[in-house]
């Protein structure tokens, strides 16, 4: 069945970097989009960007752009998503989500089971 | 970026209950709708997507309605594996944004 998978739970400093991973099987890893949404506690979910996995192409939301990268390895059909310049409200937790299209739709299905991270000083 | 606001933000409800979820964007998105529901610790599950449709192996107790900018959840006969936070998302035009969410608790 379609998975994603995770990589565990970070700590890091104000000012670091962190880079999640997220190990896609059950399907060709290069026929779906990759999205990462995060979410601080008791919020709703945030988008900050997504690559095409066939072409390493990526768009980011605004509010993330220069802070964030997403790269992927298509031999270990994986997905990484990088954040630098941390500071406390990145707390939060971080997910991958495949993108799916009906109806010429988007969809984000399914979801990475979620990495924790937290920043503190 | 599309504003996506949901009401309630929470409400209690019995098993058996017919619940009602709303979700306004802040502009036209069509049908471009999705809905999610969220257990705690869990990551989103995508229940009904383009404002109406099913996703496979979603029971048949939840429903989908709206375009435009007003947009309805319905769970007609409230399952104790119901209670969640769920959330709406717009997928009109990026960035995505999602509603705060409407948390169901048991009465």
């Known amino acids: 069945q379609v998975q994603l998978v995770q990589s565990g739970a970070e700590v890091k400093k104000t000012g670091a970097s962190v880079k999640v991973s997220c190990k896609a099987s059950g399907y060709t890893f290069t026929n779906y989009a990759m999205h990462w949404v995060r979410q601080a506690p008791g919020q709703r979910p945030e988008w900050m960007g997504w690559?095409?996995?066939?072409?390493?192409?990526?768009k980011y939301s605004q509010k993330f752009q220069g802070r964030v990268t997403i790269t992927r390895d298509t031999s270990a059909s994986t997905a990484y998503m990088e954040l630098s310049s941390l500071r406390s409200e990145d707390t939060a937790i971080y997910f991958c989500a495949r993108a799916g299209f009906r109806f010429g739709q988007l969809q984000f299905d399914p979801w990475g089971q979620g990495t924790l991270v937290t920043v503190s000083s | 970026d599309i504003q996506m606001t949901q009401s309630p933000s929470s409400l209690s409800a019995s098993v058996g209950d017919r619940v009602t979820i709303t979700c306004r964007a802040s502009?036209?998105?069509?049908?471009?709708l999705n809905w999610y529901q969220q257990k705690p610790g869990k990551a989103p599950k995508l229940l009904i997507y383009?404002?109406?449709s099913f996703q496979s192996g979603v029971p048949s107790r939840f429903s989908g309605s709206g375009s435009g900018t007003d947009f309805t959840l319905t769970i007609s006969s409230l399952q104790p594996e119901d209670f969640a936070t769920y959330y709406c998302?717009?997928?009109?035009?990026?960035?995505?944004?999602f509603g705060q969410g409407t948390k169901v608790e048991i009465k």
């Open positions: 383009s404002a109406s």
């Open positions: 690559i095409n996995t066939g072409n390493g192409i990526t």
């Open positions: 502009q036209s998105i069509s049908s471009y």
């Open positions: 998302q717009q997928s009109y035009s990026t960035p995505w944004t």
